[in-house]
Structure formats: structure tokens, C-alpha cells
């Protein structure tokens, strides 16, 4: 297979389509796992899911960063050339959307576009490939789309994760979404949830 021309979705309308609501719902519902629709193939740098979401997020119009180890990869980059036109860039502050293959491959969160007071929904979305989606350590999530509270262990977030998530969540309206992928999965953190240890 050429897996630039043929590496995508087999059927792009439908599948970024499931995918856009697939992300939609993450985030309108944090903590909840939502399927993703899977390309026919990824360049081996990249998890599919990562791919998955930048298929249908991205295009001519929204910068986009990776990080060192995906950046480094010309299949890659000329795979999603192909597949978005969205134009790269080197700066974490300019990006409308970020992927990262690991939690070790990510800035801090204050370093993305965070937004403005008038404008905060031109701060930057990350999608974030982790090991998996439970098994880790218990997060709390609480906020709005949440009844009450609900309980996350993904694996492979950053040490200081609870940290840097409270000090996102301080500038609200400001402040990165999140969405964290992993075994055709996604799983969405708005900028809006608060996020503790859980019990």
C-alpha cells in the first residue's frame, strides 16, 4: 500500500465524521470513552489514533505541532501534509492543535497557546498518545457535562500532571483542551474540569 496516498480514511467523509463526533463527545462529556474511527494505515511514528484526530481536526487554516520524535519523521510529515495541508510549526505558542507520542515528548501546558480573554477559543488543543486509558493512577474529575464526579486512571501522563492542570484550569475561559488517545479510544479534558486525586 502507499501508505502516503492511500494511508488515510477509506472513507473520508463518514470516518471523519464519526471521528469529529467522537471528539465532540469527549469533550462535551470528560472522562468518558469515546471510539474513534481508525485510518487504513499510520506512518509508524505515529499512533493511529493521533493520526485519526488530525485527519479530521486539522487543515490549511490550523498550525500544527508535533513533538521532536514525530517532527524528525519526513514520511510523517509529508503523510499529513498530504492528508490536512496544515502548515507546521516549531512553536508550542502559535499551534492551534499539538500532538505528542508521550507525556515525556510534551512541553509543559503553559507553553501552548493559551487563548485571550476575548478570544480563548484560539488556544491550542493537544492530543496527547498514552500507553492506555485505565490502569493508572485514580483521577477525580469534576465540572461541567459531569454529573457529580466521575473517576479516570489513564496511564502515562506527566508526573506533575495535577499541577500543571490547576494552574490550566485557573484561566478559565482561557486554557488548553486536552484529549488523551489510546486503543481507538479518546478521552476528553476541557479546559472547564477539575481535575484531583481520586479516593
Known amino acids: ?3 502516503l496516498l492511500d494511508g488515510g480514511f477509506a472513507d473520508p467523509v463518514l470516518q471523519s465524521q464519526t471521528a469529529f463526533r467522537a471528539v465532540l463527545d469527549a469533550l462535551a462529556n470528560p472522562g468518558t470513552l469515546q471510539t474513534l474511527a481508525m485510518p487504513q494505515a499510520a506512518p509508524s511514528a505515529m499512533a493511529a489514533e493521533l493520526v485519526s484526530i488530525l485527519l ?4 490549511h487554516d490550523t498550525s500544527l505541532w508535533l513533538d521532536h520524535a ?23 505558542g502559535d499551534a492551534t492543535f499539538a500532538a505528542a507520542s508521550a507525556a515525556a515528548h510534551l512541553p509543559s501546558l503553559d507553553q501552548f497557546n493559551l487563548g485571550t480573554q476575548e478570544y480563548p477559543d484560539r488556544s491550542t488543543t493537544i492530543v496527547l498518545a498514552v500507553p492506555a486509558l485505565s490502569g493508572g493512577p485514580v483521577l477525580r474529575l469534576r465540572g461541567p457535562g459531569i ?3 466521575i473517576e479516570i486512571s489513564p496511564q502515562g501522563l506527566p508526573a506533575d500532571f495535577l499541577g500543571q492542570w490547576a494552574a490550566n484550569r485557573e484561566l478559565f475561559p482561557r486554557g488548553i483542551d486536552l484529549l488523551l488517545v489510546a486503543d481507538g479510544q479518546v478521552l476528553g479534558l476541557p479546559r472547564s474540569t477539575r481535575i484531583a486525586e481520586g479516593q
Not at 479530521?56 to 487543515?59: A, G, K, N, R, S
Not at 514525530?70 to 508550542?92: I, K, M, Q, W
Open 147 to 149: 454529573k457529580d464526579h
Open 70 to 92: 514525530l517532527r524528525v519523521d519526513g514520511a510523517l510529515v509529508e503523510f499529513l501534509a498530504f492528508h490536512t495541508a496544515a502548515p507546521l510549526t516549531s512553536s508550542a
Open 1 to 3: 500500500m502507499d501508505t
Open 56 to 59: 479530521t481536526l486539522c487543515d
